[in-house]
Structures are given as structure tokens and as C-alpha cells.
């Protein structure tokens, strides 16, 4: 190599160094800080998402040691049972990084949480497996990113967002599409929950297989009542869901809830409560009020 080839190098990857040590900082501002009261939001380290307490590590304590090692209540999905859910990845040098969960609503689209758009670029989707770690069809990259124009941080409103992908997905045995609800969600309805999530409320890794759980709707002042205890005003475009000895985690984030009854989905993994304790409120966007603005924006 020259000297001035050499010398080009090392500029290239100072550069690199930089970019990813900003694109850390502006990570940590959005998603950090003991001015939000959220409990769980997506970052690419899956760390930093606890408020209050950003850079909690998988060490116990008096307190985290009282914490049940799965916290979700969940159990392995079965291979295709799931065929709609995505993982939402950011390709960073020579690896990924899961950041969210999602669900593909077309060929080109997928539907997740807004808290999951961030600054940074080359996120991808891998689709059709059960596994963190692999998938036998290929990643596709996503084109653009449409989180909804009124989305708010810091009260979580809107919380809401598509992608849209560079090239389409074709359906198959385990790639499908899934139906949005289209009426308003009812207290008492059964939902499952889908996801990668932590299984451990005081660790730092997703669930390596896809995990599934069941919740129940909970009735709109109950919800309004828990959401006021973050300091957060409840929108229509919120509702709750909970049942004993289970909760969706970090990680968690931008995955569906669907009726168990209609097949539709009826929600998106918003926010919940610190360390996702078993029996906890689970806080999702409500699919059914954001209907015609998904529609307006899908690409078929």
C-alpha cells in the first residue's frame, strides 16, 4: 500500500469511527433521559431502553434478582405459525442489528412502531423464520421510512410508522400477509402477542426464537388510569392489554398483537412498564384509528 493510499485509509476509517460515535450520542438523546417516562423504546444495543436507568447490564441486584428469568410468559411460536411478523435490522459494517419487530401489511410495506425510526440508515428486513439469528429467504432493504408526521417522543401520540422496501416480498408457505382491523378494539378481547423480546426483564439479549403470548384488552378508564401514572395523556390511538404472568419486553417494540378470534391485527407494541414485571400493563397503538393514514401511505 503508499504512503498515500495509506493515508486515505486512515482517513476513511476515522470517518466511520466518527459517524458511529455520533450516531451512539443522538441515539442515547432520543431514547434516553429522565425526562420520558416511557419504560421500553427500541435502540440498536437493546441497553439503553430503560429509562432512568440507560446501560442497565444483565448483572443482578437485590432488586433485579426477584425478577423471574421469563418475564414474557410466553412459549416458542410454531415454524409458519407466524408468517406476517418481520425483524427489523441495521446493517452496521459487517453485522446486524435487531432493533424492532413488524409485520408486512403488503408486498412492499411493513407496520411498525414509530419509536423505531431513528437517524440512522441501512436498516433491512428479514422475514419468514422463527430465528433471531437467520432466515432462508434473503434480506431486503428498506427504501423509505414513514413515521407518522405527528408522532411525539415525548407523550408517545402517533406512535405509529412503515417501511417501505426496495424490493418486493413474495408470499409463500411461511410469508404472508396480515389484515388490519378495520373496528375499534373491544375490552375483553383476546389478543396474542408476538415477538423477539428480552425473556429476561434485567437482560440486554433478544429471545434467539420468536415467542408468543396471549393478553386481554383492558377497558379504556383502566388504561387511562395506568397511562396517567407515566404523566401521559391517553389518545384513541392507544389501548392497553394485560393478563397474569405475562408481558411483552423490550425489544418487543413495533410487533403486532392480533384477535385471536378474527386473525386481524389490532395493535402495535408501544411502551409498558420498567423491567416488563409479569402481569403488567402493555401499552399498543391502536391499528383501527390510524386505518385510512396506513392506507394512504402503503405501497402495495
Excluded at 423509505?144 to 408457505?173: E, R, W
Excluded at 397474569?244 to 407494541?269: E, F, H, M, W, Y
Amino acid at each position: 500500500m503508499t504512503s498515500f493510499n495509506f493515508f486515505v485509509f486512515i482517513q476513511l476509517l476515522a470517518m466511520i469511527i466518527a459517524v458511529s460515535c455520533r450516531s451512539i450520542e443522538m441515539d442515547s438523546l432520543v431514547y434516553g433521559g429522565d425526562e420520558s417516562p416511557i419504560a421500553w423504546l427500541a435502540d440498536e444495543f437493546l441497553q439503553q431502553y430503560l429509562i432512568h436507568n440507560n446501560g442497565i447490564s444483565s448483572s443482578s441486584s437485590s432488586s433485579n434478582s426477584k425478577i423471574p428469568n421469563r418475564i414474557i410468559g410466553g412459549v416458542d411460536a410454531e415454524p409458519g405459525e407466524v408468517p406476517f411478523i418481520t425483524q427489523l435490522f441495521r446493517r452496521f459494517l459487517f453485522s446486524n442489528r435487531f432493533l424492532c419487530g413488524g409485520s408486512l401489511i403488503t408486498s412492499r410495506t411493513v407496520l411498525t412502531a414509530a419509536h423505531c425510526v431513528n437517524y440512522f440508515t441501512n436498516y433491512r428486513i428479514r422475514y419468514g423464520t422463527n430465528s433471531i439469528l437467520w432466515s432462508p429467504f434473503p434480506e431486503v432493504e428498506v427504501k423509505m421510512m414513514k413515521p407518522h408526521p405527528k408522532f411525539d417522543l415525548s407523550t408517545v401520540q402517533n406512535d405509529i410508522a412503515l417501511f417501505i422496501l426496495k424490493n418486493p416480498i413474495k408470499p409463500g408457505s411461511n410469508v404472508q400477509t396480515i389484515e388490519l382491523a378495520d373496528t375499534a378494539v373491544l375490552a375483553g378481547t383476546n389478543a396474542s402477542l408476538y415477538g423477539f423480546g428480552l425473556t429476561q426483564g434485567n437482560g440486554n439479549q433478544p429471545a434467539t426464537r420468536m415467542q408468543k403470548t396471549t393478553l386481554i384488552v383492558m377497558d379504556e378508564k383502566e388504561c387511562a388510569k395506568h397511562i396517567a401514572n407515566l404523566n401521559i395523556e391517553k389518545s384513541p390511538g392507544m389501548f392497553c392489554a394485560s393478563a397474569p404472568n405475562r408481558s411483552a419486553c423490550n425489544g418487543d417494540s413495533g410487533g403486532p398483537l392480533v384477535d385471536t378470534i378474527s386473525k386481524k391485527q389490532i395493535g402495535i407494541v408501544s411502551f409498558g412498564t420498567r423491567y416488563c414485571p409479569v402481569g403488567s400493563v402493555n401499552v399498543f397503538t391502536n391499528i383501527s384509528y390510524y386505518k385510512d393514514w396506513i392506507n394512504e401511505n402503503k405501497v402495495e
